[in-house]
């Protein structure tokens, strides 16, 4: 008698949000500021293709986001006293909004 075992595997794919892609997309070809809200403030960022090209060689994600905040709004984060949590939801954030 054969054994009729049958295993099933589920495969989590991650869906893209189509919105925040198109509005990145569109932030980056006309070089317009992007704008990110996180705990009742609101960061200007620059288009993607306009960060300083030092994000480059960024060693670590919060290298990344201090140079593309730039020194006043990076300042102005910290003051907030930041968790490593509330970091990384910050980091996703900008890399949503940005298309990252």
Not at 43 to 70: H, K, Q, T
Request: hydrophobic share 40%; no cysteine.
């Amino acid at each position: 008698m054969a054994d009729d075992k049958t295993v099933e595997t589920v495969e989590t794919v991650e869906v893209p949000d189509a919105d925040a892609e198109l509005v990145a997309a569109e932030a980056e070809a006309t070089a317009d500021v992007i704008s990110v809200e996180h705990n009742g403030r609101t960061y200007a960022l620059p288009s993607p293709l306009d960060y300083p090209v030092d994000v480059v060689f960024a060693d670590n994600d919060f290298e990344a986001v201090r140079i593309v905040l730039g020194e006043e709004q990076w300042q102005a984060y910290r003051s907030t006293k930041p968790t490593i949590r509330d970091f990384q939801l910050f980091n996703e954030k900008i890399n949503r909004a940005t298309g990252n």
